[in-house]
Structures are given as structure tokens and as C-alpha cells.
T-cell receptor, first 116, second 114 residues
């Protein structure tokens, strides 16, 4: 199989605080992980691509200082939303790719972030 | 740029009805095409895929054929069930030397009523 988990599945935080979301590939090594954001009843928008051991590549319009991504190992990537504001409330989904040269990404179940 | 267009939803069908969700794409190079399904409150699950022209992806009674001449990848199912109620996303991926990402369509919400 190819299972990707996310933790937490949902989180509520106060405005101005930071929150970390973890994405883990449970039964495979992921050379590349992707972070998406999904607004209610909308499609997924790619935020950034992270490769193990190197800096993440952010999509245009995504603030890299606000959305910190760390891909410290072949099974773990983290997304930290710094100084969160209500407009950051969203559904964040990660995906992982097994190795270079393959198209398929395996998606995590998502994390719902609510900033109050 | 690369893009995916899907038919507008929501789509409401009676159980056992025939389903078609249209999907067309624009891409440079030779994309792989996917259909993903998202059940309420959950992440995405890969439903089926096709990696080259004329390939047919199929899974759980769903089918889609990669039509290069019409740049389409329409999703079909002969007899839908209530459990098929979900949002369906058509997507493409173009693998390049230093760039790879999946581009999603806007999604089509399907409701199947008994």
C-alpha cells in the first residue's frame, strides 16, 4: 500500500499563534511531498513542493515566511502556519510521491484548521 | 498554461442512473490524467488514471478513456449508488525534469438519491 497520514486531523487556534501540521508516509519513502490548500467547495491549490533535505519550492503568491515547510526525512514533512489569522482557516492536504519519475501522488486525509 | 476544466455541478442522480462527468484539459507535453474522489470531510483518493493516449482507466465500476484528439477524459459509470455521492476531481500531471505538479479541475459534486 501507500498510506499517508496527517496530524492533527483538525485544530483550532487563536489568532496570532502558530500551528504545525505533520504529514507522514507510513509504508514508503517519499522523496517529494506536496502541500495543498482547499477552501470550502473549491478545488485544491498547490502551495509548495518539498524535497527531502532541501528547501521547499513555493507556488506564486504563497508566503514562504508564513507557511514554513520542513521535509526533514523521507517519511515526514511539516507545515507550520505562523502568526495565523482567520483568513488562514482552511483544509490543508498533503501528498507524497514515492520516487522520482513517477506521476502518482498519495494523499493524506487532510487537516482542518480554524483560526479564531 | 496547463489547466483542467470540468462540468459544473452539483449533479443529482437517482440510484442506478448513468453517470457522465465531462473533463477536458490543456497541457504542454504529454500529461497523465487522473480522477480523484473526495468523500465529505476526507482527503482525496485516487479513483483511476491513464498515462497515455487511448488508455482506459477503470475502478469500482467507473471508467475514463484518455482521448488525445479531443483532449478529454470523461468519467462514466453505468449505475451509480448512494455511496458514490462525493466530489470528483479531474486532474493532470506533467512530469518535467525539474518540475512536477498535479493540476486539479474545480471538482464536480455528485449526489445520488435512493
Amino acid at each position: 500500500g501507500a498510506v499517508v497520514s496527517q496530524h492533527p486531523s483538525w485544530v483550532i487556534c487563536k489568532s496570532g499563534t502558530s500551528v504545525k501540521i505533520e504529514c507522514r508516509s507510513l509504508d514508503f519513502q517519499a522523496t517529494t511531498m506536496f502541500w495543498y490548500r482547499q477552501f470550502p467547495k473549491q478545488s485544491l491549490m498547490l502551495m509548495a513542493t518539498s524535497n527531502e533535505g532541501s528547501k521547499a519550492t513555493y507556488e506564486q503568491g504563497v508566503e514562504k515566511d508564513k507557511f514554513l515547510i520542513n521535509h526533514a526525512s523521507l517519511t515526514l514533512s511539516t507545515l507550520t502556519v505562523t502568526s495565523a489569522h482567520p483568513e488562514d482557516s482552511s483544509f490543508y492536504i498533503c501528498s507524497a510521491r514515492k520516487r522520482e519519475g513517477t506521476y502518482e501522488q498519495y494523499f493524506g486525509p487532510g487537516t482542518r484548521l480554524t483560526v479564531t | 498554461g496547463d489547466s483542467v476544466t470540468q462540468m459544473e455541478g452539483p449533479v443529482t442522480l437517482s440510484e442506478e442512473a448513468f453517470l457522465t462527468i465531462n473533463c477536458t484539459y490543456t497541457a504542454t507535453g504529454y500529461p497523465s490524467l487522473f480522477w480523484y474522489v473526495q468523500y465529505p470531510g476526507e482527503g482525496l483518493q485516487l479513483l483511476l488514471k491513464a498515462t497515455k493516449a487511448d488508455d482506459k482507466g477503470s475502478n469500482k465500476g467507473f471508467e475514463a478513456t484518455y482521448r488525445k484528439e479531443t483532449t478529454s477524459f470523461h468519467l462514466e459509470k453505468g449505475s451509480v449508488q448512494v455511496s458514490d455521492s462525493a466530489v470528483y476531481f479531474c486532474a493532470l500531471s506533467v512530469l518535467k525534469t525539474s518540475y512536477d505538479k498535479v493540476i486539479f479541475g474545480p471538482g464536480t459534486s455528485l449526489s445520488v438519491i435512493p
